[in-house]
């Protein structure tokens, strides 16, 4: 993959962020100031496998077990989402 421009994505965010032959797209941020970040991109390999790569920073609570256990619940919830993810991608059977 070369940087012409015809080689971009539409979503592509057309500069710095693509290197290494792969397109990225902009930063999808969603923020909740003191508390949680989330920073959401699309990219494409150079093989053409799409994905998305999500950043997430959460504040923990000050005492060791609260913060282990929203660890636990945060661990629960991603692997509920990429799980969801992963099925959502797998082709469906033809009948």
């Known amino acids: 993959m070369n940087r012409r421009s015809a080689d971009h994505t539409d979503w592509c965010g057309r500069d710095h962020r693509c290197n290494l032959n792969e397109h990225r797209s902009p930063e999808i941020v969603v923020d909740i100031p003191g508390h949680a970040r989330a920073?959401?991109?699309?990219?494409?390999?150079?093989?053409?496998?799409?994905?998305?790569?999500?950043?997430?920073?959460?504040?923990?609570?000050?005492?060791e077990p609260a913060a282990r256990r929203q660890l636990v619940g945060l661990l629960g919830d991603l692997r509920q989402a990429?799980?969801?993810?992963?099925?959502?991608?797998?082709?469906r059977p033809r009948w």
């Open 39 to 63: 920073v959401l991109v699309r990219v494409r390999t150079a093989a053409g496998r799409d994905h998305a790569e999500i950043r997430v920073r959460v504040a923990l609570a000050p005492t």
């Open 82 to 91: 990429v799980t969801r993810a992963a099925i959502a991608a797998r082709p």
